[in-house]
């Protein structure tokens, strides 16, 4: 059986409440990769991690107001990202905290169970 992240209903938006199917299961749907804000969900197929810019994130970090950081999860095992994406994210105002993919997801819905105002790039596993 897949593992299940519940939170708080009362905070909104796509829940990750598990991984199926090599992906992440959110709210019935299952996504390889994904972008994830307070509102929505949308599958995400980026590049290798070295090759990520701010370009790949669409409209992601056009959130109103702007979100307080993303959640980058680097897929399988924790990475960094590339320092000339972190540094046009500083630009903007937003800081980037990488870690795995599946412990992307469970910060996920724990920062939103607190009904935190996040934006997440979840890397496919």
Partial sequence: MAPRFDRDPAAGGPVV???AAGGFSVDGGIYRGLLL???S???WAPPPLAELTRDHFGNL???SPEPEFLI???GGAMAFPPRALV???EALGIGIEAMDSRAAARTWGMLRSEERWI???IMPL
Avoid: N, W
């Fill in 61 to 63: 970090l056009e959130l």
């Fill in 17 to 19: 409440q598990g991984f």
């Fill in 72 to 74: 980058l999860g680097t």
């Fill in 41 to 43: 969900a949308l599958e």
């Fill in 87 to 89: 540094r046009e994210l």
């Fill in 119 to 121: 934006a997440a790039a």
């Fill in 37 to 39: 804000t307070p509102r």
